[in-house]
């Protein structure tokens, strides 16, 4: 593949990445680094896409490793702040609640349910994590009963 093609690619598949690095990231700039990580590692691995799978299937297999290893390796930062910010204004999108609810999963739950969200089937789910159908189904579950837990809180 040369890079006009994966550009092209890139351009068709771009909301994958950001969809990724907004669960993954709190902060605009550490999701732009994250994107440019994706990208570099999505480029770096073009050989391995055989094409047995859908390319996006394949880019999100890649996304979310990098996503997950990359935040393994950071150290938290902690900010300190005088006054605290209304909940108002942190609920400034309708869907930053949900992404609230999200960041608060452990990684592979992020991944199934960002996954189950963009409505994959369990077979593709199960393609880009390693795991089989059966267990696709039991861990979405799980982690479906563990957010209405955290949407109460």
Known sequence: ???????????????????????????????????????????????????????????????????????????????????????????NEAGEELFDVLRKLKDDEKAIITLYLEELSYKEIAEILGITENHVGVKLNRVKVRMQQLFKK
């Open 1 to 91: 593949m040369d890079e006009t093609q994966f550009l092209q690619l890139m351009g068709q598949h771009q909301g994958i990445i950001h969809k990724i690095c907004r669960l993954y990231r709190d902060s605009r700039e550490d999701r732009e680094d994250l994107f440019q990580e994706i990208v570099f590692q999505l480029w770096k691995s073009i050989g391995s896409y055989g094409g047995k799978a859908s390319f996006s299937t394949w880019m999100y297999k890649v996304a979310l490793s990098t996503a997950i290893v990359g935040y393994r390796k950071r150290v938290p930062k902690i900010v300190y702040t005088d006054v605290l910010p209304d909940r108002a204004e942190m609920l």
